[in-house]
T-cell receptor
Framework: GAVVSQHPSWVICKSGTSVKIECRSL??????MFWYRQFPKQSLMLMAT?????????EQGVEKDKFLINHASLTLSTLTVTSAHPEDSSFYIC????????????FGPGTRLTVL | GQNIDQPTEMTATEGAIVQINCTYQ??????LFWYQQHAGEAPTFLSY????GLEEKGRFSSFLSRSKGYSYLLLKELQMKDSASYLC??????????????FGKGNQVVVIP
């Protein structure tokens, strides 16, 4: 149980294009999903919290118009990196909040984005 | 805000025991998590502590002292596959109930034969 998938697992795009990443909870419903970014040898940095049916909450310093988040259903959240630039190249990881006392976050396998 | 501190790297021999420490400062406390992350992969959940004491799960145990803002992860009978980064994450109390986590930088454990 508590499986989270991400698609695509890796993507290479040209500077200026947009990239959409999907995050799905496969065997449970997730009212809350989280999007993280991780640079090499760095910690996971929370970008935004995505709640089903409402606007995402962005962390300080994260541009909401550049990183568009849509959480249209209880099992799917999407992150779109708009007008990508080389500095956006990173490992993007989503997590879904499980149910139960611990409310553990379960992570997807991540998406490695390379912007040329 | 939150401040989470972990040592950066350690090397240990197969079959040995390793203790990874984590100290934290947070505005309100609502649980501490340990995750394992292999290079290039997403973190996988290892353990959860919200009350003081030791939680044991097979070869892995995690301890929490809320008064000291301190936790450790104990890895026993180390195996080569345990070579990974171990992340400590604290969940502070949050008015919106979203249960965000604040992650430490992780401790890289290298297991050698």
């Amino acid at each position: 149980g508590a499986v989270v998938s991400q698609h695509p697992s890796w993507v290479i795009c040209k500077s200026g294009t947009s990239v959409k990443i999907e995050c799905r909870s496969l065997d449970f419903q997730a009212t809350t999903m989280f999007w993280y970014r991780q640079f090499p040898k760095q910690s996971l940095m929370l970008m935004a919290t995505s709640n089903e049916g409402s606007k995402a909450t962005y962390e300080q310093g994260v541009e909401k118009d550049k990183f568009l988040i849509n959480h249209a259903s209880l099992t799917l959240s999407t992150l779109t990196v708009t007008s990508a630039h080389p500095e956006d190249s990173s490992f993007y990881i989503c997590s879904a909040r499980g149910q139960g006392a611990a409310d553990t976050q379960y992570f997807g396998p991540g998406t490695r984005l390379t912007v040329l | 805000g939150q401040n989470i501190d972990q040592p950066t790297e350690m090397t240990a021999t197969e079959g040995a025991i390793v203790q990874i420490n984590c100290t934290y400062q947070t505005s309100g406390f609502n649980g501490l998590f340990w995750y394992q992350q292999h290079a290039g992969e997403a973190p996988t959940f290892l353990s959860y502590n919200v009350l003081d004491g030791l939680e044991e799960k097979g070869r892995f145990s995690s301890f929490l002292s809320r008064s000291k803002g301190y936790s450790y992860l104990l890895l026993k009978e180390l195996q080569m596959k345990d070579s990974a980064s171990y992340l400590c994450a604290v969940r502070p109390l949050q008015p919106d109930g979203n249960n965000r986590l604040a992650f430490g930088k992780g401790n890289q454990v290298v297991v050698i034969p």
